[in-house]
């Protein structure tokens, strides 16, 4: 590669889009606030939606479309909801070449529309529960953009059940927590928290938002996934009820969950090293690039035929590229496969083909070792999964290095700056104690946990010295 | 069943809708002209968009986003082009609470919008070919839409090329429409006529578009993918240049191709019949339905554990559901399942398991027989098979009888309503035979035939009398 990229010392907002541009990820648009993603980054979006679609299906859910407008009206019916969405909505007045009677938002998120659709849908306990999941794009204006954390246009699942109970919306809700913290976890390889979201914090428009926040590299923290129950808000609000075995007519109980493009910005941002990429095996579009090496057409025909041979039943066991490019040096290679981030690299030459072996190096940790051609695929295999692992363990020792007790507000003051991380600190539940700490530190409640990192004790909230029953979780966040 | 649906004879149009409502398909939503795709219908277009995403990525093509929104400023770069779809935009005017300085329109297609970025990605020969496709949203304003065939937003993709040469534009257009026509032929059991559209059918801004046309049932023709050799047209407006191998700057070559959610109504119009859906089983979500009969819990225990050996090895083969609703006689299942077109219903029975067969109906021609449970996973896959060339046997016979020569312009104008079909018709090669086609008879010339359905041979218009060198295809479409 000709020029290096920012390193992560240098400037970390910087180093992060260096490090898209030169994996080709995405790119800036001509649209204000629109990115654009290339096919480096749509690849690993297919593979990341494979994995969470097959998830939402293994637990029952199925995919729909619903339209991308929604009548200024619709918007209106829930009053947070409105109140949280409408000004950051895209708005459509003319259409076919004349001004339309009622403006149309884009849709923010789909409640409304598609709850306008579940009072058709639902007349019975026998038509619950509704468990529709939609892939769709999304417009929310922002004024400053980041690419894939904060983008005007993103692309996103949104889930949308409706069921007879609350406590199966509620199950629901927690569910689907779990299968984002678990996708989290076994695929981005990113830990992450799970917890409750304050009253200030939530979905505009829920009863509780249930989340997964994950640290950074920066050791700011990232929102990688939301799960809100919605009680009967929205049934409420567009007059859903049904008729339960008793012929009583009740309101529908509601849940709505979604992940996005964004997570693309959490893998980078917490795997990626001054080098460029570096993307865990299991969501990688290019698992392993197999680079040739030769001086001279004998050379050349006998290593090709060798890696041939070699690559013969790997179809279908893991993806794999060979680069034959003519004209580009290996080390030339090496650095483009580095800088995209694929996870193995093979090296094979005259010299290997000799030997009946192949040198390995990992991407992540710059590991090379030679390695007999013999059982290749299963040494790959094996491998893969190692660094899947070791990815996973190197994020989380650096996470719980820097998820910190802390009691003093002026303490916190000076380290949520330096050396920044994940504050564990009490907070007496009050509003005014949460707006305070934004303010001042510009950190906010990132979640209330409710795994094995929730800390139930006796305290004083760290802002005003009122009682505290356990700690919540502080940070910067994106 | 309770309520039967309106027959093909009774009222074609009706039935189509009731077709899809009976198979909950779609919907119609409270956004003027816009449908919702409900779970049925979304796994049908998720089954097609499998088949055509792969049929893409083994041409060598890959996928990417590009941005919901165009400038106005792109739209007036291309004069046809913009001429062509402007007038059928949806505009946004106002975002984040604030009126925007340039409108945005939403796209109606996106070769403004991605030859405004191959300009930045495109310098040398050695940046070409590229080869991307898009799976998105568009939205074209339309005052009468009907389900599938013509809504404001639908689904579709959009493949958009860039090479370096003439030639490879026209392989590259010509293959898509290749791999379209096998796609309609191969999965959906539909025989099209490949061809090319009259100068003025053609796309807002191509050089060429060559399309595959389909026969629905009332003999309507049903235009179901397009591809274009857009050639230097969109370079010029975007000013997109390379340099060759020589060092000459030279514009670059592009395409573009794209089927939609419109071949939903496709696969409905060629099929079905007066009971329902009739989905061809490499498409249909369920391929087949089992359903157990029984009576008491002696009987249910044994036809259930039965039913349960039966399917343990037939994941992965075929995708199957067992349907053992409580409280639904066995003749409403069956044609609940048969409204949503499933290929093969299999019923089991207390003397079915003492006799060791089943019973096995076939979907598209309703018949019914007795099969032996040894090797009832095989006997499943052939029949599948035979469903599968059935349909597209019957749907070509049916095309062919319909497809006539004609010389005679009042007889065209007699048969044209009815019995209606598709007409091999000479034609001069002029707009104003073009245009009084369409004005008389509200047919249209679909295309000049490329394939085998191709008639050269010397004649006269059919409207004026000129000289004709070629027979073209005239039907009324949707």
């Given at each position: 590669m000709s020029k290096g990229l920012t390193t992560r010392a240098e400037d970390y907002s910087r180093w992060y889009t260096d490090v898209i541009m030169a994996a080709q990820l995405a790119d800036y648009s001509p649209v204000k606030g629109c990115m654009v993603i290339r096919p480096n980054g749509y690849a690993l979006w297919e593979k990341m939606q494979a994995a969470l679609d097959k998830m939402f299906k293994d637990t029952g859910h199925v995919n729909a479309y619903f339209p991308l407008f929604i009548p200024e009206s619709f918007m209106k019916k829930e009053a947070e909801h409105v109140e949280g969405f409408a000004p950051e909505c895209a708005v459509v007045t003319h259409g076919g070449g004349k001004k339309l009677e009622e403006p149309l938002f884009i849709?923010?998120?789909s409640e409304t529309i598609i709850w306008s659709m579940y009072k058709k849908w639902?007349?019975?306990?026998?038509?619950?529960p509704i468990l529709i999941n939609q892939w769709a794009n999304v417009v929310r204006w922002e004024m400053r953009t980041r690419l894939f954390?904060?983008?005007?246009e993103f692309l996103w699942q949104e889930g949308h059940t409706a069921h007879a109970t609350a406590e199966e919306a509620e199950e629901e809700t927690i569910k689907m927590m779990n299968v984002y913290a678990k996708f989290a976890q076994d695929f981005m390889a990113i830990p992450v928290i799970r917890g409750i979201k304050t009253e200030q914090e939530k979905?505009?428009?829920?009863v509780r938002t249930y989340c997964i926040e994950a640290m950074m590299q920066d050791k700011r923290a990232l929102q990688a996934g939301t799960s809100h129950n919605l009680g009967q808000n929205f049934a409420k609000a567009f007059d859903v009820t049904f008729q339960d075995e008793n012929g009583d007519l009740k309101l529908v109980y509601a849940t709505s969950w979604g992940v996005s493009t964004r997570l693309i910005g959490a893998i980078i941002m917490t795997h990626s090293d001054d080098k460029g990429l570096v993307l865990p095996p299991k969501l990688a579009p290019v698992q392993v690039v197999i680079i040739p090496i030769w001086k001279g057409d004998d050379q050349k025909d006998a290593v090709l035929q060798k890696v041939e041979e070699m690559t013969i039943q790997w179809n279908g066991r893991f993806a794999f590229k060979v680069d034959?490019?003519?004209?580009?040096r290996p080390g030339w290679k090496y650095n483009e496969w580095e800088q995209r981030g694929v996870p193995l690299r093979i090296e094979i030459g005259p010299k290997d083909v000799e030997n009946n072996q192949v040198m390995m190096a990992r991407r992540d940790n710059g590991e090379k070792t030679a390695v007999p051609m013999a059982n290749l695929s299963m040494t790959v295999e094996r491998t893969l999964e190692t660094i899947q692992n070791d990815l996973f363990k190197k994020a989380l020792a650096y996470r719980d290095e820097n998820l910190i007790e802390i009691d003093s507000y002026d303490e916190f003051k000076e380290k949520i700056n330096d050396p920044g991380g994940f504050f564990w600190a009490h907070w007496c539940g009050q509003n005014a104690c949460e707006d305070r700490l934004q303010e001042e530190t510009?950190?906010?409640?990132r979640c209330i946990p409710i795994d094995d990192s929730k800390r139930v004790e006796e305290g004083t909230c760290m802002l005003c010295g009122e009682p505290s029953h356990e700690r919540v979780i502080m940070a910067k966040a994106y």
């Amino acid at each position: 590669m000709s020029k290096g990229l920012t390193t992560r010392a240098e400037d970390y907002s910087r180093w992060y889009t260096d490090v898209i541009m030169a994996a080709q990820l995405a790119d800036y648009s001509p649209v204000k606030g629109c990115m654009v993603i290339r096919p480096n980054g749509y690849a690993l979006w297919e593979k990341m939606q494979a994995a969470l679609d097959k998830m939402f299906k293994d637990t029952g859910h199925v995919n729909a479309y619903f339209p991308l407008f929604i009548p200024e009206s619709f918007m209106k019916k829930e009053a947070e909801h409105v109140e949280g969405f409408a000004p950051e909505c895209a708005v459509v007045t003319h259409g076919g070449g004349k001004k339309l009677e009622e403006p149309l938002f884009i849709r923010p998120t789909s409640e409304t529309i598609i709850w306008s659709m579940y009072k058709k849908w639902i007349q019975s306990h026998r038509d619950l529960p509704i468990l529709i999941n939609q892939w769709a794009n999304v417009v929310r204006w922002e004024m400053r953009t980041r690419l894939f954390l904060r983008t005007t246009e993103f692309l996103w699942q949104e889930g949308h059940t409706a069921h007879a109970t609350a406590e199966e919306a509620e199950e629901e809700t927690i569910k689907m927590m779990n299968v984002y913290a678990k996708f989290a976890q076994d695929f981005m390889a990113i830990p992450v928290i799970r917890g409750i979201k304050t009253e200030q914090e939530k979905f505009a428009g829920a009863v509780r938002t249930y989340c997964i926040e994950a640290m950074m590299q920066d050791k700011r923290a990232l929102q990688a996934g939301t799960s809100h129950n919605l009680g009967q808000n929205f049934a409420k609000a567009f007059d859903v009820t049904f008729q339960d075995e008793n012929g009583d007519l009740k309101l529908v109980y509601a849940t709505s969950w979604g992940v996005s493009t964004r997570l693309i910005g959490a893998i980078i941002m917490t795997h990626s090293d001054d080098k460029g990429l570096v993307l865990p095996p299991k969501l990688a579009p290019v698992q392993v690039v197999i680079i040739p090496i030769w001086k001279g057409d004998d050379q050349k025909d006998a290593v090709l035929q060798k890696v041939e041979e070699m690559t013969i039943q790997w179809n279908g066991r893991f993806a794999f590229k060979v680069d034959d490019r003519e004209g580009y040096r290996p080390g030339w290679k090496y650095n483009e496969w580095e800088q995209r981030g694929v996870p193995l690299r093979i090296e094979i030459g005259p010299k290997d083909v000799e030997n009946n072996q192949v040198m390995m190096a990992r991407r992540d940790n710059g590991e090379k070792t030679a390695v007999p051609m013999a059982n290749l695929s299963m040494t790959v295999e094996r491998t893969l999964e190692t660094i899947q692992n070791d990815l996973f363990k190197k994020a989380l020792a650096y996470r719980d290095e820097n998820l910190i007790e802390i009691d003093s507000y002026d303490e916190f003051k000076e380290k949520i700056n330096d050396p920044g991380g994940f504050f564990w600190a009490h907070w007496c539940g009050q509003n005014a104690c949460e707006d305070r700490l934004q303010e001042e530190t510009k950190a906010t409640i990132r979640c209330i946990p409710i795994d094995d990192s929730k800390r139930v004790e006796e305290g004083t909230c760290m802002l005003c010295g009122e009682p505290s029953h356990e700690r919540v979780i502080m940070a910067k966040a994106y």
